[in-house]
């Protein structure tokens, strides 16, 4: 009722409008399109959603017509998607069933100019091509994370760690954690400086010492709580820690050492 009393005040037609049928939002997107001077034949339809409404607003101003994608049920944000990539033939991926996360990102890997078939797979969610996507922007070695075992958050530890031009096969493993893998590519960088133990580092050190074992051997707040676990284990088992007393062996490594020298006690 707001909405066509102002567009009364404002001396507008509200014919096209003027049904209980539309929400507040569908009027305002009528609106809109008629102070543009756009044709409503392609925007009034109660069953749009105003998303839709306003892409197809947005796309009569562009002259481009995206009214077959209207009809076969596109949502308003893969018709943004759509009217964005105006000048890209899109319709293949939107039709193979790519969500519009990955259509998003199909469209920016063609803008940029990528090899987008090293992201295609329908697999992949849209967090994973953009690591993939931003990779080959950069040009970097990508064979070290397009894998679908990767979660998007590791994938961006690992490119970023190429980024900065470090030894990424250290921690390019789907095993490991995007935290973890985080930490370890701050102690390849230098950047893990810390100078304190954090909590659970604390609560590792506390452990060792009242299970009686060195914990001096192990704390030191560049290893993380995982690795100190495993050295702490270790020292409590009776095994060679030295074996694996290594800052940039992640914590699963170092599991893996461990349980190798138990059995061979």
Known sequence: MKSIRLA???GMDISAFCNPEYDYMQMEEIKAAIKENIELEHICNPSYDY???REIRLSEKMNYDITRFVKQGCSGDMLRQIRKARQIDIAFFVNEGYDVYQVNEI???IE???DINKYLLHEYNGDQMKQIRLGLEEKLDISFYDMIGFS???MEQIRLGLEEGLDVSVYADPFIDALEMEDIRHKLDGKDNG???NELQ???VLLGLSSG???NIYADPAYDFKQMEQIRLGLEHGVDVMQYLNITMTSKKMQEKRLELEKAL
């Open 112 to 114: 940029h100019c990528v």
């Open 202 to 204: 604390s609560q590792e």
């Open 8 to 10: 009364l005040e404002d």
């Open 152 to 154: 998007s958050g590791q």
């Open 107 to 109: 469209r920016l890997g």
């Open 51 to 53: 998303t839709v409404m």
């Open 195 to 197: 100078t304190s133990l």
């Open 213 to 215: 074992v060195d914990v």
